[in-house]
């Protein structure tokens, strides 16, 4: 696999063989980045990399300024590779080996992003529990997005706070957004106000 972007920009990182992983592909990841480039400076922000597998995302995010960074799996092989990649480019990145929803559950802190790689196999009802797991505990910030990554047989365009979807390949990668503040309030509030000059 190979960093797109930012200070590591063309490193390829190998990940031993046998840990049990799908990688994002470098097309599905680089178009994933350029949609939150849109709606993100890194330098600074707060990740969550959920089912975080080889740490692929995670390393991306580390390389162009993020931090600190969270990644966690529940594959010992997978946690201890990330804890090695991050202690050999400097990444403030904490692997953690735990369930994910273990994790969340327990969970007190909250990210600007969070990105989920769930096994596609997983299904329909586990997707979604990792949605509401995600918005019942507040682990996103109020301007945050959360991306979760899965297959064209898992629908999550019926959930709360679902904004887009993008489709590369194989992939789909579903969008989820908190409203702002001007959203959430009734409107009819404001229907016999006037602006301010």
Do not use: W
Not at 3 to 21: A, D
């Amino acid at each position: 696999m190979r960093i797109i972007s930012g200070k590591y920009k063309g490193r390829r990182i190998s990940p031993p063989k046998g840990l049990p992983v799908r990688p994002t592909t470098d097309m599905s990841k680089e178009a994933l980045f350029n949609v939150l480039n849109n709606h993100f400076n890194f330098e600074g922000l707060k990740v969550l990399d959920l089912f975080a597998g080889t740490g692929n995302i995670s390393y991306e995010f580390g390389s162009r300024g993020s931090s600190p960074i969270t990644s966690v799996d529940g594959d010992f092989g997978c946690i201890k590779f990330i804890k090695q990649i991050a202690n050999e480019y400097d990444f403030n990145i904490a692997a953690t080996k735990s369930d994910v929803f273990k994790f969340l559950e327990k969970n007190n802190a909250s990210f600007d992003i969070v990105f989920a790689d769930p096994p596609y196999a997983l299904d329909q009802a586990t997707f979604e529990r990792i949605v509401l797991l995600v918005f019942e505990k507040n682990t996103l910030n109020e301007d945050g997005m959360m991306v979760i990554e899965h297959s064209k047989y898992t629908k999550l365009d019926h959930m709360m706070h679902f904004s887009f979807k993008k489709t590369y390949g194989g992939s789909i990668f579903s969008f989820f957004e908190l409203p702002s503040k001007n959203e959430e309030l009734d409107p009819e509030l404001f229907e016999n106000d006037t602006e301010d000059e």
